[in-house]
């Protein structure tokens, strides 16, 4: 299949370095059109990064991406496709909505006021209200608010429900839920956030970043069918052509495995097999690679 039809953001072997520190490091990831992916990874996994790469306000140091069929890239054609929400919700205090709105039709040629003021009333947002007198899930909203006025083919979220109450969270994402249900397939998303459980509210595809590295990127029925909890009674080797072992725990007489397995058919009657939610599954890939970190301090070596 062409990648113009099929893939929203495709990157082979990207990297960021900081003169000897790789932040992002040889990161392959397939984002098809239309799918809400989540991004997930600890703190200074390159999670940032990536989304910094993606809407070309840094430079990669390796390898290359390529964004709605394009290079990333400072152009206007460039940018007038992609919606991006930073962490601190970068807005102008002073401001209200109705003149943050009124600015964004000034800057952007494709920009819907109708439909951002429209999404604010339905929240009932004050729209003359200055926004260092909202709350914080109102911010938040007026900031989505204006990402999907430009009417972006790919909008990118970074952390943006961080600071949010959980109330402000969950009218968060029904928003963003409904913005991707009216685009009918136009409109893809990369969403970065710690919460876990916020993000299976709305996403249905995952990249998982550890130590800088690409982990998994893949639709989240997938992984779920592909990764199982094996149990059984403690066994001297472990390893099998059959799967690939994400994270091991021994007791003195069991052995526990999650492991991703390379067929979905896979039986074995020396194991009992488990389904596992999402968040074991992305905690054993972030836990694979401290262990990993840790071995090598241990022998002096290092792991970027």
């Known amino acids: ?3 113009t039809t099929k893939d929203a953001i495709k990157t082979e072997g990207l990297g960021k370095r900081y003169r000897s520190f790789w932040a992002l490091k040889d990161c392959n990831i397939d984002v098809p059109k239309g799918r809400v992916s989540a991004l997930v990874g600890p703190n200074g996994a390159g999670k940032t990064t990536l989304l910094k790469l993606l809407v070309s306000l840094s430079r990669p140091s390796a390898g290359s991406a390529t964004v709605l069929n394009l290079a990333p890239s400072q152009g206007s054609t460039y940018l007038s496709g992609i919606g991006y929400l930073a962490q601190e919700i970068p807005m102008y205090g002073r401001l ?10 000034h800057m952007n040629n494709d920009w819907d006021s109708e439909l951002a003021t429209k999404r604010l009333n339905e ?3 004050p729209l003359n209200r200055s926004v260092s007198k909202l709350s914080g899930g109102q911010r938040a909203q007026v900031a989505l608010g204006l990402a999907l006025a430009k009417k972006p083919k790919l909008l990118l979220l970074d952390e943006p429900v961080a600071a949010l109450d959980p109330l402000a969270r969950v009218d968060f994402l029904k928003s963003l839920a409904q913005a991707v249900t009216d685009a009918e397939g136009e409109l893809t998303v990369v969403m970065s956030s710690h919460l876990l459980a916020d993000l299976e509210r709305v996403c249905d595809h995952i990249i998982i970043l550890a130590s800088g590295e690409t982990q998994l990127c893949d639709d989240i029925e997938q992984v779920l069918k592909s990764h199982k909890l094996l149990v059984g009674k403690r066994q001297e080797t472990t390893t099998s052509n059959d799967y690939a072992i994400i ?3 021994e007791t003195a007489k069991e052995t526990s495995m999650l492991v991703r397995l390379k067929d979905s058919k896979f039986h074995d009657p020396h ?9 074991e599954i992305v905690l054993a890939y972030m836990g694979q690679k401290r262990d990993l970190a840790d071995t090598m301090a241990a022998k002096g070596g290092s792991l970027r």
């Open 96 to 105: 209200n909505a109705e003149e943050h709105i009124a600015m964004g039709q």
């Open 1 to 3: 299949m062409n990648q």
């Open 123 to 125: 929240l009932a947002i």
């Open 271 to 279: 194991w009992h097999i488990r389904d596992v939610d999402i968040e």
């Open 247 to 249: 994270q091991q725990t």
